[in-house]
């Protein structure tokens, strides 16, 4: 728990170098490119076409989801699934990619996967805000539920943090390991609910109940319960405790194996 504490308090100290590297990373990312950051709200975008069209219309024929039209259901879910994917698989390399410029500056190690959440948060605005429109375009109003996507937001972070600092520290000892994690969660944006409700179809009720432990459903489904009016999050006690529990469990792991072996990071690289 000291270790948990430790680290908070070096991601507290140092937010000023955090936000100031982030904006510096968005910038340098697509100075090469014509269109320079436009690419960081056209990729998503091009990608919830593809979806809406294979999945929308394609497979469901436009039949609304859930009583709600299945665009404004899939963007709202989605949105959140592209930050987090991203956000996941950008943390998990953030030590080894940036060791260099640590050995050289004064900050601490454990901001670097804070860093790359942050600086993927400039797209993950944008998209919530495009997912607003197509939903006010396909009847979906605000709610007084709207308000609970602060909580989800809040939770989605720590859920980002925990697993940024576990993933970079098992990437820096076990190589392959991003590797891994790249099919891990390709896998996991099929059994996210992200692109169909699994909780209504005809999987069996244990399938079902093994799903909803992903921490990734719990966010994306949160989001939709938000933002469509569905549900709140304290009708999920057991769901909740779960999540909470996990990410307990990633950061007291993950900060653990940071601080044993970050005076070595350097030499393991």
């Known amino acids: 728990m000291k270790e948990v504490m430790t680290l908070f308090k070096e991601q507290i100290s140092s937010l000023g170098?955090?936000?100031?590297?982030?904006?510096?990373?968005?910038?340098?990312?697509?100075?090469?490119?014509?269109?320079?950051?436009?690419?960081?709200?056209l990729y998503p975008l091009i990608q919830i076409g593809i979806y809406w069209l294979v999945f929308g219309v394609g497979l469901k024929h436009g039949q609304p989801l859930n009583g709600t039209s299945y665009l404004p259901w899939m963007v709202i879910g989605i949105?959140?699934?592209?930050?987090?994917?991203?956000?996941?698989?950008?943390?998990?390399?953030?030590?080894?990619?940036?060791?260099?410029?640590?050995?050289?500056?004064?900050?601490?190690?454990?901001?670097?996967?804070?860093?790359?959440v942050v600086s993927n948060l400039s797209s993950f605005w944008t998209m919530m805000a495009f997912?607003?429109?197509?939903?006010?375009?396909?009847?979906?109003?605000?709610?007084?539920?709207?308000?609970?996507?602060?909580?989800?937001?809040?939770?989605?972070?720590?859920?980002?943090?925990?697993?940024?600092v576990f993933n970079s520290c098992i990437s820096?000892?076990?190589?392959?390991?991003?590797?891994?994690?790249?099919?891990?969660?390709?896998?996991?944006?099929?059994?996210?609910?992200?692109?169909?409700?699994?909780?209504?179809?005809?999987?069996?009720?244990?399938?079902?109940?093994?799903l909803e432990l992903n921490p990734y459903y719990y966010i994306v489904n949160g989001f939709r319960e938000s933002f469509l009016g569905t549900g709140w999050f304290w009708q999920h006690p057991l769901l909740m405790l779960e999540f909470w529990a996990f990410v307990f469990f990633v950061l007291l792991l993950g900060s653990h194996l940071h601080y044993k072996f970050r005076s070595r990071f350097v030499d393991l690289i």
Not at 135 to 160: C, E, R, S, T
Not at 174 to 198: E, K, P, T
């Open 17 to 41: 170098i955090i936000f100031r590297i982030s904006r510096y990373e968005d910038q340098a990312s697509y100075q090469s490119h014509y269109l320079g950051l436009m690419w960081e709200y």
């Open 79 to 116: 949105s959140p699934w592209f930050f987090m994917n991203r956000s996941t698989l950008d943390a998990s390399k953030s030590i080894y990619q940036r060791v260099n410029m640590v050995a050289k500056m004064k900050f601490p190690v454990s901001v670097l996967p804070t860093i790359k």
């Open 131 to 164: 997912s607003i429109v197509i939903g006010l375009l396909n009847g979906v109003y605000p709610k007084v539920a709207w308000f609970q996507w602060l909580y989800y937001f809040f939770a989605m972070i720590m859920l980002l943090v925990a697993l940024g």
């Open 172 to 210: 820096v000892l076990v190589r392959d390991y991003h590797i891994l994690l790249q099919s891990v969660m390709r896998m996991l944006f099929y059994v996210s609910g992200v692109l169909f409700n699994f909780v209504t179809t005809s999987f069996p009720a244990p399938f079902v109940h093994l």
